[in-house]
């Protein structure tokens, strides 16, 4: 495996990471009365305002990219390749109403599997035994890291619905980063795909907004939340995916999980037994067997 798959896998690492960590935030701006709808779209306002901003100052340092702007085919399939973006965030912040940031996180992390069936039906890519072997232990870590197992974990079903739904959205996202309009800048592809997401989430959250929406929203919790949920993602995201996969690219953006987790310990203080910390040692050994054979390339013969 050459330097650009290892490229790609450092990309998607980031750019998971950076996604776990917004849980923490939407669950403090919570607690600070906002709804939902106003830190949803809070964050995809924000977020595609910075990237047109980006892009227009990069454009203008450097004039002759100009002309790598996508054509109006291919903008459309960009805008419609945010729809599973804004989704993904939608689904995902309901879910945190409902249920514990460790519990949105393992049915977020159901997109490791979505994502391999997405590869096999759409790409005709079957998925290799050690990726097999690599699902079922990041299984199993999503499983303990997540205290399903304790009898006195009270589960609310609208949370786990959500959630669900979040993993099937999280898995199109990939999808879509993955095969649209690679050929041109990620900078680009970001841009026009967060204008998709922005629509889709204002026409989800519109009559919601119109009832109520704080602007303090906008530079309490949105900028923070823009950054690592909207803004940072998709350019790690549209740069690494399509050089790993959505399969692989799934599975290293598990480590999204004990990056959640880890945060809604040290800042929520949501509880992390022995068991949680099995499982997410479990899940972090799964992407390094995963990645076994990029680490015996990189070996001098």
């Not at 750019?15 to 935030?25: K, L, N, P, R």
């Not at 204002?202 to 309490?220: H, I, M, Q």
């Amino acid at each position: 495996m050459n330097n650009k798959s290892l490229k790609g896998i450092l990309f998607v690492a980031i750019g998971a990471s950076s996604y776990g960590i917004v849980a923490t935030f939407i669950k403090k701006g919570l607690a600070d009365g906002y709804t939902t709808a106003e830190l949803t779209f809070a964050q995809a306002l924000l977020g595609a305002s910075v990237m047109i901003l980006l892009n227009l100052i990069f454009n203008r340092i450097s004039p002759s990219r100009v002309a790598d702007r996508p054509h109006r085919k291919d903008i459309i399939k960009l805008l419609l390749g945010g729809i599973p973006l804004g989704l993904t965030s939608t689904f995902y912040y309901l879910s945190l109403r409902y249920i514990p940031v460790s519990v949105c996180i393992v049915m977020l992390m159901q997109s490791v599997w979505i994502g391999v069936v997405v590869d096999l039906v759409v790409n005709k890519i079957k998925p290799a035994p050690i990726k097999l072997v690599s699902i079922v232990v990041v299984l199993i870590g999503t499983v303990l890291a997540t205290n399903v197992l304790n009898a006195d974990a009270d589960l609310d079903w609208r949370g786990v619905f959500w959630g669900f739904l979040a993993a099937i959205s999280y898995s199109l996202t990939f999808l879509a980063t993955n095969n649209i309009a690679t050929g041109y800048r990620p900078m680009v592809r970001s841009m026009f795909m967060l204008i998709g997401s922005l629509i889709m989430v204002s026409l989800v959250w519109g009559y919601s907004l119109l009832e109520k929406f704080d602007p303090s929203v906008l530079w309490t919790w949105g900028l923070i939340i823009a950054f690592f949920g909207t803004i940072l993602p998709p350019l790690l995201f549209t740069k690494g995916m399509p050089l790993v996969g959505v399969g692989l690219g799934g599975i290293i953006a598990s480590i999204e999980l004990p990056v959640s987790v880890s945060m809604a310990y040290l800042f929520i203080n949501e509880s992390v037994n022995v068991y949680q910390w099995i499982g997410i040692v479990l899940i972090l050994f799964a992407i390094a067997l995963m990645n076994i054979s990029f680490i015996k390339m990189l070996k001098p013969n």
